[in-house]
C-alpha cells in the first residue's frame, strides 16, 4: 500500500504531515511511501533525511496518486483533480468552508478523513490533531507575549533595579489554554485564568494559577468537554464582568472557542482602553472572528497603546514539534484504519466511533 506525501502549499505553512521518524515506522508496518521532495525542508527536515528504504522522491503529482494521501491542510481542487478513484485522503478539511471540495471529493470516489472530526474522547486521544496542535499553540503564544511585551515576566531583582512580575490572565482553559497558563508559570508570571466552564476550575488550580469566578447566570459546559453558547443576557453579564479585570491585566492570552461557532467576545474596547499603555493581548482566536474586535488577523495592531496580536497559525511557527506530533496522530489513526492481513488492507469501520464521525466522503457521498 502507497502513502503519498505532498508538500504543503498553503502560505506560510512550515509544517510538515510526517517527519523522517513518523516515516521509519510506517516502512516498518509495511507501507510504502512517495514524498514530494523538499516536503520537509521548511520545517527542517531535508530530503536525505527521508531517503530510505521503500521511500520514492516524486513529484507532487505522483504524491497525489497513491492509495493513502496524508496533508496537514486541506488540497486544492487541481489536487483532488490528481488523485485517484477508491483512494483516501486525511488532512484537516475544514468542513465549516462550502466551497464544493466534498462534492469534488465524492464525486472523484475518494474517501476523505477530516483530523478536526476526531472526537475528543479518551480513546481518540492519541489521534487528537486538534489537540496535539493546540497545545503548541498554546506554549507558542505565550512566548510570542514575552518576546512582544516590553517588560520581564517574572520578578527580577537586580543592582539596577528590579521589576514586577507581569499579571497575566489567560481567558478558556482549553487546550491551549491550560499550556498558555502552564508555560507563563514556567515563565514566572502571575497567572489568573478564566472559563465558562466550572470544571476546570481544579485543572487550573493544579497548575498554580488563580481561578477567576464570574457570576454570569449560567453554566457554560456542553457535550465532549466543549462549552455551550451563553445566551444574550449571559453573554453581556460577563463581558461587563470581565471588562473591569482585564483592565487590570498587563497580559492576556485568550483562547475562548466553541467548536463550530464564532469565537465569543470577551474583551470589548472599553477593556482595551482601560488596559495600561504597554500591555498586550493576544488573541487566539483571531482566525475565528477574535475574542476580540479589535483585533486582526494574522496582524500585530496597536490599539490605545496596548499591542494585540492576532496570529493565526502557531503550530507553522514551531514547525518541526508541530510536524512530530501531527504525525505521530496520523500514524495512530493508520493504525486504526489498516489492517495488516498478509499484506496491508485498508478498512474503514463505520461503526466506529472515530472513523463515523471523521469520515466526510465515502464511496461517492458527502456524509454530512
Ligand atoms: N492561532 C493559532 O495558531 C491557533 C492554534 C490552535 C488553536 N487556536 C485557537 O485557540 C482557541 C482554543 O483552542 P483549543 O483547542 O484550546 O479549544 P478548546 O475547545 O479546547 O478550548 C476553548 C475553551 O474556551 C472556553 N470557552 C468557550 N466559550 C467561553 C466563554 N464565553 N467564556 C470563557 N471561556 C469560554 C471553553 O470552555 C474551552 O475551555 C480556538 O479559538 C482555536 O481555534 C489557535
Redesign the pocket.
Known sequence: MILGLPKETRANEARVALTPDAVKKLLKKGFQLWIERSSGLPAGFPDSEYLLDGVQLTDAAQAFSADIVVKVHRPTPEEVSGMKKGSLLISFLSPEIADGLFEKLALGGIDALAMEKIP?TSRAQSMDA??S??????Y??VIEAAAQYGRFFPLMMTSAGSAKPVKLMV?????????AIATAKRLGAVVEA????SD?KEQIQSLGAKFVELDVGEE???SG??????SEDA?KK?QQL?TERLKKCDVII??????GRK??V?ILEEAVKGMRPGSLIV??????GG?CPLSEADQVVNRYGVKII????????MPADASGFYGQNLIHLLNLLVLNEEGLQLHLNLEDDIIASALMTHRGNVRF
Open positions: 475528543r486538534l489537540s496542535q493546540a497545545n503548541i499553540a498554546g507558542r503564544a481567558l478558556g482553559a482549553g487546550v491551549a489554554g491550560l499550556q478564566y472559563d465558562i466552564r476546570v457554560g459546559s456542553g468537554g466543549y462549552a455551550q453558547e451563553l453573554k460577563q470581565l485568550s483562547t475562548a472557542n466553541i467548536p469565537a465569543p470577551l488573541d487566539m482566536a483571531a482566525g475565528n475574542n492576532g496570529f493565526t497559525n502557531y503550530p507553522s511557527l
